[in-house]
């Protein structure tokens, strides 16, 4: 799990490239969502309900979820801050790790949310 911070490290790091280059006409804000994954009192358990900034309730299916979980409420607030700036556009950066390289093998890839874009 140490190498789970990559996602915040690299936004981290692109704002510091952000400060030095000073791009004109440019805003750009970032978002970093940090948990401590361990096991104690305050943790949460598969199956329990939590819900989220948005309001959306979500069930925990998979406790190996915890950036994914702490990730929604960031993303809400980005969507929150983009609402009525001109031509918005909103990423995610995160480490692939569990499930995800599973799924899409152990690779980088970037892409557009498409059906984000067209959910307003």
Do not use: W
């Not at 490239?17 to 970032?30: A, E, H, I, T, Y």
């Not at 700036?85 to 990423?91: A, K, L, Y």
């Amino acid at each position: 799990m140490s190498r789970d911070k990559c996602g915040a490290a690299s936004a981290a790091g692109f704002m510091k490239s952000v400060s030095l280059f000073k791009p004109k006409d440019v805003n750009v804000v970032v978002g970093m969502a940090m948990v401590r994954n361990s096991v104690g009192e305050n943790c949460y358990v598969a199956d329990e309900i939590i819900t989220s900034r948005a309001g959306v309730r979500i069930r925990v299916g998979n406790t190996d979820a915890e950036g994914r979980m702490a990730m929604v409420d960031v993303l809400c607030r980005a969507k929150e801050m983009a609402i009525g700036q001109p031509d918005p556009h909103i990423f995610t950066i995160a480490t692939l790790t569990g499930h995800a390289v599973l799924a899409v093998g152990n690779y980088s890839i970037a892409m557009e949310n498409g059906p984000a874009r067209q959910a307003g």
